[in-house]
Nanobody
Framework: QVQLVESGGGLVQAGGSLRLSCAASGRTFSVYRMTWFRQAPGKEREFVAGIVWRDGSTYYADSVKGRFTISRDNAKNMVYLQMNSLKPEDTAVYYC?????????????????WGKGTLVTVSS
């Protein structure tokens, strides 16, 4: 049974930092792309950042490029999202998701597994 469990969300002031963690279990993730999505109130879920587990290559949404960094720890089966220079518009529930690398997509439809999310609130 595949499980993705997010943690690390919370309340932070604008300009601050948070690090989200995603604990992955239940299969070998070396053939997967790991991603972070977010969904703000009243808005659709959107892609934030992704990493190809096998080679560590990364991809970011323009809105977070230069502020967020995605990384993984192979030994611990963990994926992280370091978020710096946070803005109120970053407020959302953040989800960890995994999809097979062969699909070659970062879209939500290409992800097979999802965590339950962790709430990030950025105050102005």
């Amino acid at each position: 049974q595949v499980q993705l469990v997010e943690s690390g969300g919370g309340l932070v002031q604008a300009g601050g930092s948070l690090r989200l963690s995603c604990a992955a279990s239940g299969r070998t993730f070396s053939v997967y792309r790991m991603t972070w999505f977010r969904q703000a109130p009243g808005k659709e879920r959107e892609f934030v950042a992704g990493i190809v587990w096998r080679d560590g290559s990364t991809y970011y949404a323009d809105s977070v490029k230069g502020r967020f960094t995605i990384s993984r720890d192979n030994a611990k089966n963990m994926v992280y999202l370091q978020m710096n220079s946070l803005k109120p518009e970053d407020t959302a529930v953040y989800y960890c998701a995994a999809g097979p690398t062969w699909r070659n997509t970062w879209s939500a439809g290409g992800m097979d597994y999802w965590g339950k999310g962790t709430l990030v609130t950025v105050s102005s």
